[in-house]
Each structure stands twice: as structure tokens, then as C-alpha cells.
């Protein structure tokens, strides 16, 4: 069949692919490319196919001819015909140069947008130029962003690690939401622009862009209740809901020695009362901001958590900041106590943790590889009975 031959459609898709690959384009980039000429793959009809089906290969012959002028060079053979005798058939196609595989493509007027932003690079950030190689097609599709990204890669050259928001840089056309919007590329620019002193190499994805490049960054929100019904901080008795930033709450001096970290608003709004104690409302993971508080390294810390893999994980992470972290209302009797309110757990967490005592490891192992019924089982925190819970405060003394 002339389908299995290659026709003029299929020496298109061949370039386009080279296209989406970014080859195309890098070519710009690297102006010592030996990519060209380029032989291009052809497949042709065989000597049986011209001697049984003339008229079908001459038809495929003249329609690849014609669509040379697209952009492609044809090598040809001399075929000799029992009856017809000498034909000239292709039998290589090759793209002799990258003006000719733009073309061939229809990127042409691509190609010349990103040229100019390519010029643009060379003369303003020529550090950026590999980057224009690896990502021709990433800087394509940003082209109309590009002047404003090269502006502020400019400005935190010009003021490495500014200790300033986000809001107030100070850049023509450039605002916050465009910094934010487009935080993934800045980060891949920015690294190689500055100095390695200029940014924070530690802090590392997305959500650390503002620390990695010495912006400020919103303060970290902790939220606490006092519990013993003899103290308070604003003078209006126990049980006070005081939300503070992570640096006034490292300053604060509760006056409690025992704390309890859970993860459930409801838990931490009901949580009774208890003496010389106060609890912290979690909300999941990114604890490790309470391991940068200087006076929890001396109280007593429980952590209540839901008894699944993911509660486990997070007791983990809390542990590795606060190591003498004990777990709170997650062992193995709570659990079955409560078989009544087991739920599916979804998408749970497998790796192995590192810091769990021994019997919370093997009651995460058997969690995790369904040990106890075969599903995913889980018991939420707030479905622990309230009686539970006071009796297990009492056990604490």
C-alpha cells in the first residue's frame, strides 16, 4: 500500500517533531549547529512495488517532487521499467539548512519571536542564554513575559537579597502577582543569575521562594489556648484563642510545663481543661516551625494526631524538630476501642519513618500494609470518644 511510503505529510510530522523536542529552536541558540543538513527518514516503494503498481509509484514520486518546494532537497535514483524504461524515483530527503526546516514546519514566525528574545539575552543576561538552550520552547511561550522576567532578574542583581515583601519591589510593568505567577521560572533564572552568596540554596520549591531569595515572606500564624483556668494572657480568664506570629510566640512565657499539639479546630477548641497546660492547634503538616521555638524544647509536648499513616508522618516530622515529642491518644487500644468509627483512609502514606517509638511503628506498619482488615482503615481524632480523652488526661496526672 503507497500509505507505508513516505509522503510530503510525513516529512512535515518528522520536522514538527524536531520542533517540539526544542531542537529547532536551540539551533538559533547555538550558532555552531552541525544539525544541518539533516537526512530525513524515506520510506520508498520496493522493486516489486514499481515492477506490479507503475502508476501508483510514479503518482507518490511526482506528489514528493512537488512538495520539495515545501522545504526539503530529494536525492534521486534512476529506475529502469521492463517496459516503460528509465524513471527517476527519490530516494533520500534531506533539509539542508534550519531556514528550511522552519519552513517545512510553518514555525517560521515563532522562530523569529524567539530570536529576538534570544538578542535581547545576549545583551542584557548572556549568563541566561544555556538556559534559552535547554528551554527554547518554555522562553517561546513566555516571549511576551520575557522583558519583564530579564527586569527583575536585573533588579535583584542589582539588590541581592532585599528583606523586603514581594509587594514592594519596585520594577516598571512587574507587580506581585506577576513575581508569584511566575515563581518556577525566576527560580531556574535567578540561580544561575546571581551569585551563590545571593540566595539561600537550602530553601528549597516553590513555596520557599521569597526565604531562597532573601525576600520576607508572610509570617507563620500559631494558634493556642490556655487550659489552666488560673492563668491568662489578655486578663479576660481561661480558655483565651490567641492566634501570634511564630517570632512573639518563641518570645511568649506561657507559664504552662505541659503542651499538646492537635490537628482537628474542633479537638483544639474543646480541649478541656488542664492544668499548667495549654494546647497549639497543628493543621497539619509543616511543624517544623514549633522546632524553632526555644522554650517547647523544655515542656512536655503531646502530640494528638489522627491514627492513620498520615498521622504517624506527621508525628514523624514533629519528631525530628522536637525528639522528645510523645504521641497522644494514637496507640493501639484507642483504636480498637473505637472499631465503630473506622474509615477508609485515602491515598496513604507508605516510607518509612524514622522516628517512631516501637510501638507506634509497628501499629503504622500494620496500617500502612493493611495488617488489621484488608483496607485502609483510619480513625479520625474527633471520633474518639470525649470520655476517652479525659480519661487519658487523668492517666497523665
Keep these: 500500500m503507497s500509505a507505508a511510503w513516505t509522503h510530503p505529510v510525513d516529512l512535515r510530522a518528522q520536522v514538527l517533531r524536531l520542533w517540539d523536542q ?45 512538495g520539495a518546494m515545501e522545504g526539503y532537497r530529494l536525492a534521486i535514483r534512476e529506475w529502469k521499467h521492463p517496459v516503460l524504461g528509465r524513471n527517476a524515483l ?19 514566525s515563532e522562530a523569529r519571536r524567539f530570536a529576538t528574545l534570544l538578542a535581547a539575552t545576549r545583551k542584557r543576561q548572556p549568563v541566561l542564554v544555556p538556559w ?28 541581592p537579597r532585599p ?10 510593568g512587574v507587580d506581585s502577582k506577576f513575581i508569584e505567577q511566575h515563581r518556577a521560572v525566576l527560580a531556574e533564572l535567578l540561580d544561575l543569575a546571581l551569585p551563590a552568596q545571593a540566595f539561600d540554596a537550602g530553601a528549597a520549591g516553590l513555596a520557599n521562594f521569597a526565604r531562597r531569595y532573601g525576600f ?36 511568649l512565657r506561657p507559664g504552662a ?8 479546630e474542633i479537638n483544639f477548641l474543646a480541649f478541656p481543661a488542664a492544668l499548667d497546660s495549654l494546647v497549639i492547634f497543628g493543621a497539619g503538616y509543616g511543624l517544623e516551625t514549633l522546632a524553632d521555638i526555644p522554650w517547647l524544647h523544655d515542656k512536655e ?3 494528638w494526631g489522627d491514627i492513620d499513616t498520615h498521622g504517624f508522618a506527621i508525628l514523624d516530622e514533629l519528631r525530628s524538630g522536637l525528639p522528645h515529642a510523645r504521641s497522644f491518644l494514637m496507640d493501639r487500644q484507642t483504636l480498637m476501642t473505637h472499631e465503630a468509627h473506622w474509615t477508609d483512609e485515602q491515598r496513604p502514606a507508605v516510607r518509612e519513618l524514622e522516628h517512631l517509638a516501637a510501638d507506634e511503628r509497628t501499629l503504622y506498619d500494620d496500617l500502612r500494609r493493611q495488617r488489621l482488615i484488608p483496607r485502609q482503615l483510619r480513625l479520625e481524632q474527633e471520633r474518639v470518644g470525649f470520655g476517652h480523652l479525659l480519661t487519658a488526661l487523668a492517666t497523665l496526672g
Design 22 to 66: 526544542g531542537r529547532l529552536l536551540a539551533c538559533l541558540v547555538d550558532e555552531g549547529s552541525t544539525q544541518f543538513p539533516l537526512r530525513m527518514a524515506l520510506r520508498c516503494p520496493d522493486s516489486a512495488d514499481c515492477t506490479s503498481r507503475f502508476d501508483e509509484v510514479r503518482a507518490w514520486s511526482q506528489g514528493l517532487q512537488q
Design 163 to 172: 528583606g523586603i515583601y514581594l509587594r514592594q519591589v519596585d520594577v516598571a
Design 257 to 264: 510545663s505541659r503542651v499538646f499539639i492537635t490537628e482537628n
Design 216 to 251: 520576607r515572606d508572610k509570617p507563620v500564624r500559631i494558634r493556642f489556648r490556655l487550659l489552666d483556668p488560673r492563668r491568662s494572657l489578655l486578663g479576660t480568664g481561661g480558655g483565651e484563642d490567641i492566634t501570634l506570629d511564630a517570632d512573639s510566640f518563641a518570645q
Design 90 to 108: 527519490p530516494q533520500q530527503a534531506w533539509i539542508d539548512s534550519l531556514d528550511d526546516a522552519l519552513r517545512l514546519a510553518g514555525k517560521a
Design 132 to 159: 534559552l538552550a535547554r528551554r527554547p520552547l518554555q522562553a517561546l511561550a513566555l516571549s511576551q513575559e520575557w522583558t519583564r522576567l530579564l527586569d527583575v532578574v536585573a533588579w535583584l542583581q542589582a539588590c
Design 301 to 303: 509536648v503531646h502530640y
